[in-house]
Each structure stands twice: as structure tokens, then as C-alpha cells.
């Protein structure tokens, strides 16, 4: 499976415990997303990577959120610290972008689902 | 304001109907424009790129009005397989912090 990896699949955690998500972009891609989703509503941009250099970060991520790409690969997305409202899919995307972002195409993973009890 | 507006439906229509969606978007720098399609329980994938010549894929026409800041979706000959949620998107132009903005979908129902 040469598409967007994400693990893992679902996350069930008690309130205020930390949980770690894990994303493998597809290989070439240099620029990757996370995305949060609530039931209902279309993905929110939470942060983005070129490359290992996190780039920007929506006001969405609170201090409690850490997200790295340490090698330029792989990416996880920490939450420390969760409440109830932090639940929701956590996805993932990966693009390949050389120039202009003007046709940039996204490729998402299928999600870890986060419930906060 | 949201920055992407949808009708959220349900548009539900027998197969062979044509259906149509809009969407507006508030920021007039906005430079390029899609339609992702997300079934049920799955993550969105792209369905189609939006020109501002229009652009059509089959079944599927696209446009755009960047007067309007409106962009549209026309599936004809609808299928039971187009039954899904499709999330018009912007990109609002380099620089943003926002990147590829969502709106919130559109649920579509293709009755037998």
C-alpha cells in the first residue's frame, strides 16, 4: 500500500492521559498535513510541514498539541493533557509540491478516530 | 462568516436526476479551488480540480465565478456510487496559515 498511513486506526483514552498519533506520508511527498474532523463539518487545518521544518500552525492548536516530522518522513501528533472536546478523526495528508501551491493536491490517510471519556 | 460556505443538505434524488451544488467563499485572493468527495466513515479524496474556464470529467462539471466568489458542482446521470459528501475546497493563496480551507459538505443520497 503505497497511499497515506495512519496508526492508529481508533484511540479510546480517559480524560486527561496523553495519546501519540502516528502518520507515514506516501514517500515522495515533501509537505505534510494534519487535519481534525468533527461529525458533521469538513476537515480544520491544524498544522503543516515541509519537509522536517513545521511551517505553520493554526490557532486551533492549543499548547497541548505538539505535532514533529522529525526526519522529514514519518509525523506524529501528540496531545497532552485530553479533554472530552478534543474528540474527533485526526487526519493526515501528504503532497508533493516543487513550485506553486496554486495546484496543490492533498492525499489523506484514513484517520485515527479520538474518544476522550 | 465562514470562509467556505454549503448548503449541508441531504440532497436526496433518484439515480439518473441531476444535482447540482454551490458553494461560495469569502476570501477574494483565493486562488485555486476543488471538489473532494468523503464517504461515509472514509477520508475525503480528491474528486476534482475547479478552472475558472470550467471544467468538465464525465459526469461531472465544474465552475467557477471568481466575481461571484462562487464555485458549483453538476453531476448528471447520478449513480447509487455518487452517494457520498462532497466538501468543496479553497486554497486561500500562499502565505496563509490556513492552507487547503474545507467547507463543511455536502450529503448526497442517490435513491434506487
Known amino acids: 500500500d503505497t497511499g497515506v498511513s495512519q496508526n492508529p486506526r481508533h484511540k479510546i483514552t480517559k480524560r486527561g492521559q496523553n495519546v501519540t498519533f502516528r502518520c507515514d506520508p506516501i514517500?515522495?511527498?515533501?509537505?505534510l498535513y494534519w487535519y481534525r474532523q468533527t461529525l458533521g463539518q469538513g476537515p480544520e487545518f491544524l498544522t503543516y510541514f515541509q519537509n522536517e521544518a513545521q511551517l505553520e500552525k493554526s490557532r486551533l492548536l492549543s499548547d497541548r498539541f505538539s505535532a514533529e516530522r522529525p526526519k522529514g518522513s514519518f509525523s506524529t501528533l501528540e496531545i497532552q493533557r485530553t479533554e472530552q472536546g478534543d474528540s474527533a478523526m485526526y487526519l493526515c495528508?501528504?503532497?508533493?509540491?516543487?513550485?506553486?501551491?496554486?495546484?496543490?493536491?492533498?492525499?489523506f490517510g484514513s484517520g485515527t478516530q479520538l474518544s476522550v471519556l | 462568516r465562514k470562509e467556505v460556505e454549503q448548503d449541508p443538505g441531504p440532497f436526496n434524488v433518484p439515480e439518473g436526476a441531476t444535482v447540482a451544488f454551490n458553494c461560495t467563499y469569502s476570501?477574494?485572493?483565493?486562488?485555486?479551488f476543488f471538489w473532494y468527495r468523503q464517504d461515509c466513515r472514509k477520508e475525503p479524496k480528491l474528486l476534482m480540480s475547479v478552472y475558472s474556464s470550467g471544467n468538465e470529467d464525465g459526469r461531472f462539471t465544474a465552475q467557477l465565478n471568481r466575481a461571484s466568489q462562487y464555485i458549483s458542482l453538476l453531476i448528471r446521470d447520478s449513480k447509487l456510487s455518487d452517494s457520498a459528501t462532497y466538501l468543496c475546497?479553497?486554497?486561500?493563496?500562499?502565505?496563509?496559515?490556513?492552507?487547503?480551507?474545507f467547507g463543511s459538505g455536502t450529503q448526497l443520497t442517490v435513491l434506487p
Open positions: 475546497v479553497v486554497n486561500e493563496g500562499v502565505g496563509s496559515a490556513r492552507q487547503l480551507t
Open positions: 476570501n477574494s485572493a483565493s486562488q485555486s
Open positions: 495528508a501528504s503532497s508533493f509540491q516543487g513550485g506553486s501551491r496554486a495546484n496543490e493536491k492533498l492525499f
Open positions: 514517500s515522495e511527498h515533501n509537505r
